[in-house]
């Protein structure tokens, strides 16, 4: 049991790249997340997804998509990257647990640096 | 727009000392609170969580109190120990909305020194 995954652990961009980061989970959780992380800031929502087919956006989602690709897997992708999106990146995935509690797993996290 | 703050940014004890840990948030509205750790270079792991009709959690030397209508929580963390040494942060989830959403506090860096 891995728990959280993400692919690459770190990454080195030029302005304008394109790439995508990997997420997968065992844990058979319906919900996922993707968040960033900058200093000082604590983490801030990208996008999340309830169930598998569905995603929403959280509170900073431009310059980003996503795919839920299966239960599993939720991918992050940056279409033109921007020296603005070097960050730590979390993905998360979430259980509801006794009925109303709903604890979220965190992954180790991407460093993305852009130049 | 939910707040979340955790005063101070970094807090230096030594080893055995009591300690408390504070988070502020500025929306009452919150369907819960959970606390977390996360070591250096590494992702975020569940401390505790309360529900917003609970007062308290406790595991192990870890308490953490929540008071809804003055917007704050606390962690306690008693006969601290190096390996205590991270950055906890606090994060709330509203209770309108999304329910899935948590906003985070930028965390506070603790070091236990021995």
């Known amino acids: 049991n891995a728990g959280v995954t993400q692919t690459p652990k770190f990454q080195v961009l030029k302005t304008g790249q394109s790439m995508t980061l990997q997420c997968a989970q065992d844990?058979?959780?319906?919900?996922m997340y993707w968040y960033r992380q900058d200093p000082g800031m604590g983490l801030r929502l990208i996008y999340y997804?309830?169930?598998?087919?569905?995603?929403d956006k959280g509170e900073v989602p431009n310059g980003y998509n996503v795919s839920r690709l299966n239960k599993r897997e939720f991918s992050l992708r940056l279409e033109s990257a921007a020296p603005s999106q070097t960050s730590v990146y979390f993905c998360?995935?979430?259980?509801?647990?006794?009925?109303?509690?709903?604890?979220?797993?965190f992954g180790p996290g991407t460093r993305l640096l852009v130049l | 727009k939910q707040e979340v703050t955790q005063i101070p940014a970094a807090l230096s004890v030594p080893e055995g000392e009591n300690l408390v840990l504070n988070c502020s948030f500025t929306?009452?509205?919150?369907?819960?609170l959970q606390w977390f750790r996360q070591d250096p270079g590494k992702g975020l792991t569940s401390l505790l969580l309360?529900?917003?009709?609970?007062r308290e959690q406790t595991s192990g030397r870890l308490n953490a109190s929540l008071d809804k209508s003055s917007g704050r929580s606390t962690l306690y963390i008693a006969a601290s120990q190096p390996g205590d040494s991270a950055t906890y942060l606090c994060?709330?989830?509203?209770?309108?909305?999304?329910?899935?959403?948590?906003?985070f506090g930028s965390g506070t860096q603790l070091t236990v020194l021995p």
């Open positions: 998360a995935s979430s259980v509801r647990t006794s009925g109303i509690q709903e604890t979220q797993y």
């Open positions: 844990m058979n959780h319906n919900s």
């Open positions: 997804s309830a169930s598998e087919g569905t995603t």
């Open positions: 929306d009452s509205a919150i369907y819960n």
């Open positions: 309360i529900q917003s009709s609970q």
């Open positions: 994060a709330v989830r509203r209770s309108s909305g999304s329910a899935r959403q948590l906003t």
